[in-house]
């Protein structure tokens, strides 16, 4: 199994792999890793495809743990003490300029974005600021280069405080040419949010003009409800506003600070996935991949009907000039991802394919590397492939109580064991009935994000099920872990019954039988290091 990386910390990773002399042993050696802690990220962007609560919980944190590496059949663990006298390595082996920067570049964790673009004249503030009801929307920095905008926002309530989520009505801020033709669409930013701004996060178009109109048409507030605990109440807290606007970008510097490559690479994988790579994009703020996705007709009739929305590629860069190895595991829990992610579907339905993008952060990915080559190591995809098991509640009570009970589901690699139920609201805040909970645990080969559960009582009644769980890193066998696993059956009450049938009928299975390595564009030179 190849590597599979969390985050603990990219410090140990760089010193590690820039401090060895020798390039191709230290690719070598980082090939026959099991396990090494890398990034983790979660985004803040309230746009960004979120896992169903029909699946796992959101990931919450970034795990705290030494770096352990394998190398001969020896373990080398680094001491968390030796670890603070370490020098910071950057992967760009590049400093950054010391220069302020404002509080809503910071509360967003785009410090480094910033320091790249500043000095290039690539941050612009287009003054807005706008009050209605007393609800304030400030927009003092917007970030650009050739691949991405970002738009910054802040917002405050009539009492002057940040208000710490809005989340106004999604597609309503659009990036146009001067006739009106979107020039760009949403992306992914899977970095650590503020609560007290928002992040939005445009991929530009290929053909871009040279000035572009951002126009917002803000009038829906989607505040939290308050839940008031002493009393139970819930106060809806939505509103409406005009917080219209518009304001344009000149790209053409942005357009001048970029190295765009065309590519024309394409493999196909054994089970019917193909991948053709079509441009490579170097800007001062990332390297940008993009790709196409499309299946061949046997897996296409295989696979569930959002397979774009939740398929995903696993793989990894290396760097031999630089020694450096960067593994990207898709949406694995506390896996790294790249900086910027961008998925457009909107080809699937005249049979054209699915667009991805990755764009990686030059703190993991050196912008000016000259040979940097792709290697493919997986892909996961949701498949139709029903597997059920029986649920006797008064069996499972009755054994529990002298501790013979458990309950296993197999399939593809993944088990699940059953030990106990029990009746609860679904969401305590909002629900009163206490449906049926079953818990366990569950040992995962497969990308569990975008399996999907369906309970069938005796009468042939579905049930919807929320999975929810806490998975761990990997073992050693590369397998994820939930210690406290729980199959919530959505409005399976107590007189419903005491059997029914637990069904997956969609597993996001991972694929890891590919064989694929790509050099990616070169260049010349680089026009923003002129």
Same mark, same amino acid.
């Given at each position: 199994?190849?590597?599979?990386?969390?985050?603990?910390?990219?410090?140990?990773?760089?010193?590690?792999?820039?401090?060895?002399?020798?390039?191709?042993?230290?690719?070598?050696?980082?090939?026959?890793?099991?396990?090494?802690?890398?990034?983790?990220?979660?985004?803040?962007?309230?746009?960004?495809?979120?896992?169903?609560?029909?699946?796992?919980?959101?990931?919450?944190?970034?795990?705290?743990?030494?770096?352990?590496?394998?190398?001969?059949?020896?373990?080398?663990?680094?001491?968390?003490?030796?670890?603070?006298?370490?020098?910071?390595?950057?992967?760009?082996?590049?400093?950054?300029?010391?220069?302020?920067?404002?509080?809503?570049?910071?509360?967003?964790?785009?410090?480094?974005?910033?320091?790249?673009?500043?000095?290039?004249?690539?941050?612009?503030?287009?003054?807005?600021?706008?009050?209605?009801?007393?609800?304030?929307?400030?927009?003092?920095?917007?970030?650009?280069?050739?691949?991405?905008?970002?738009?910054?926002?802040?917002?405050?309530?009539?009492?002057?405080?940040?208000?710490?989520?809005?989340?106004?009505?999604?597609?309503?801020?659009?990036?146009?040419?001067?006739?009106?033709?979107?020039?760009?669409?949403?992306?992914?930013?899977?970095?650590?949010?503020?609560?007290?701004?928002?992040?939005?996060?445009?991929?530009?178009?290929?053909?871009?003009?040279?000035?572009?109109?951002?126009?917002?048409?803000?009038?829906?507030?989607?505040?939290?409800?308050?839940?008031?605990?002493?009393?139970?109440?819930?106060?809806?807290?939505?509103?409406?506003?005009?917080?219209?606007?518009?304001?344009?970008?000149?790209?053409?510097?942005?357009?001048?600070?970029?190295?765009?490559?065309?590519?024309?690479?394409?493999?196909?994988?054994?089970?019917?996935?193909? @991948?053709?790579?079509?441009?490579?994009?170097?800007?001062?703020?990332?390297?940008?991949?993009?790709?196409?996705?499309?299946?061949?007709?046997?897996?296409?009739?295989?696979?569930?009907?959002?397979?774009?929305?939740?398929?995903?590629?696993?793989?990894?860069?290396?760097?031999?000039?630089?020694?450096?190895?960067?593994?990207?595991?898709?949406?694995?829990?506390?896996?790294?991802?790249?900086?910027?992610?961008?998925?457009?579907?909107?080809?699937?339905?005249?049979?054209?394919?699915?667009?991805?993008?990755?764009?990686?952060?030059?703190?993991?990915?050196?912008?000016?590397?000259?040979?940097?080559?792709?290697?493919?190591?997986?892909?996961?995809?949701?498949?139709?492939?029903?597997?059920?098991?029986?649920?006797?509640?008064?069996?499972?009570?009755?054994?529990?109580?002298?501790?013979?009970?458990?309950?296993?589901?197999?399939?593809?690699?993944?088990?699940?064991?059953?030990?106990?139920?029990?009746?609860?609201?679904?969401?305590?805040?909002?629900?009163?009935?206490?449906?049926?909970?079953?818990?366990?645990?569950?040992?995962?080969?497969?990308?569990?994000?975008?399996?999907?559960?369906?309970?069938?009582?005796?009468?042939?009644?579905?049930?919807?099920?929320?999975?929810?769980?806490?998975?761990?890193?990997?073992?050693?066998?590369?397998?994820?872990?939930?210690?406290?696993?729980?199959?919530?059956?959505?409005?399976?009450?107590?007189?419903?019954?005491?059997? @029914?049938?637990?069904?997956?009928?969609?597993?996001?299975?991972?694929?890891?039988?590919?064989?694929?390595?790509?050099?990616?564009?070169?260049?010349?030179?680089?026009?923003?290091?002129?």
């Amino acid at each position: 199994m190849k590597p599979i990386p969390n985050d603990e910390d990219r410090l140990w990773e760089q010193h590690f792999f820039r401090e060895e002399p020798d390039a191709d042993f230290t690719l070598e050696v980082m090939r026959k890793l099991d396990e090494v802690s890398m990034e983790n990220a979660e985004h803040g962007n309230p746009f960004t495809k979120k896992v169903s609560k029909s699946h796992w919980m959101r990931r919450t944190g970034i795990a705290a743990v030494a770096v352990v590496i394998l190398v001969g059949g020896a373990w080398f663990a680094f001491d968390h003490t030796a670890k603070s006298k370490q020098p910071t390595v950057n992967a760009v082996n590049q400093r950054l300029p010391d220069i302020p920067v404002p509080e809503e570049i910071r509360s967003g964790y785009l410090t480094d974005d910033y320091k790249r673009l500043k000095p290039l004249d690539l941050v612009i503030n287009p003054k807005i600021q706008i009050v209605d009801q007393g609800y304030t929307l400030k927009i003092s920095d917007v970030l650009v280069d050739r691949s991405q905008i970002i738009i910054i926002t802040e917002q405050s309530n009539p009492e002057g405080s940040k208000i710490p989520v809005v989340y106004p009505e999604a597609g309503r801020i659009h990036i146009t040419d001067g006739k009106g033709n979107r020039v760009a669409s949403m992306a992914v930013d899977t970095r650590l949010g503020s609560g007290k701004y928002q992040r939005f996060v445009f991929q530009l178009n290929d053909d871009l003009p040279d000035h572009v109109f951002v126009r917002g048409e803000l009038s829906y507030l989607k505040i939290p409800d308050y839940y008031n605990i002493d009393t139970g109440e819930i106060t809806a807290s939505n509103t409406t506003v005009d917080w219209s606007f518009q304001f344009n970008i000149d790209m053409t510097k942005a357009k001048s600070m970029a190295v765009e490559a065309p590519m024309n690479n394409t493999y196909t994988t054994p089970e019917g996935l193909k @991948l053709d790579m079509t441009q490579l994009v170097r800007t001062p703020n990332g390297t940008r991949l993009d790709m196409n996705i499309s299946l061949d007709d046997q897996l296409r009739a295989k696979v569930g009907e959002d397979w774009a929305k939740d398929m995903d590629i696993m793989y990894h860069i290396e760097i031999p000039e630089t020694n450096e190895y960067r593994i990207f595991n898709g949406s694995r829990p506390n896996g790294r991802q790249a900086k910027i992610r961008f998925r457009d579907m909107s080809g699937l339905m005249d049979g054209g394919p699915l667009k991805l993008s990755e764009t990686w952060d030059p703190a993991f990915v050196t912008v000016d590397a000259k040979k940097i080559r792709f290697v493919l190591e997986g892909y996961t995809i949701p498949v139709w492939e029903e597997k059920s098991v029986e649920v006797d509640l008064d069996k499972m009570r009755k054994d529990a109580e002298i501790y013979t009970y458990v309950l296993q589901f197999e399939q593809y690699g993944d088990e699940i064991l059953f030990s106990d139920f029990n009746y609860k609201p679904v969401w305590e805040s909002y629900d009163k009935n206490n449906s049926l909970v079953l818990n366990g645990t569950g040992t995962f080969r497969n990308a569990f994000v975008g399996d999907r559960w369906v309970a069938v009582d005796s009468e042939g009644t579905e049930y919807p099920v929320e999975v929810v769980g806490y998975p761990d890193q990997p073992n050693s066998n590369g397998e994820y872990v939930a210690d406290k696993l729980k199959m919530v059956i959505r409005g399976f009450y107590k007189e419903d019954g005491t059997k @029914l049938t637990l069904k997956r009928t969609v597993v996001n299975r991972e694929y890891r039988d590919v064989n694929w390595e790509v050099d990616l564009p070169s260049y010349t030179s680089l026009p923003w290091q002129k």
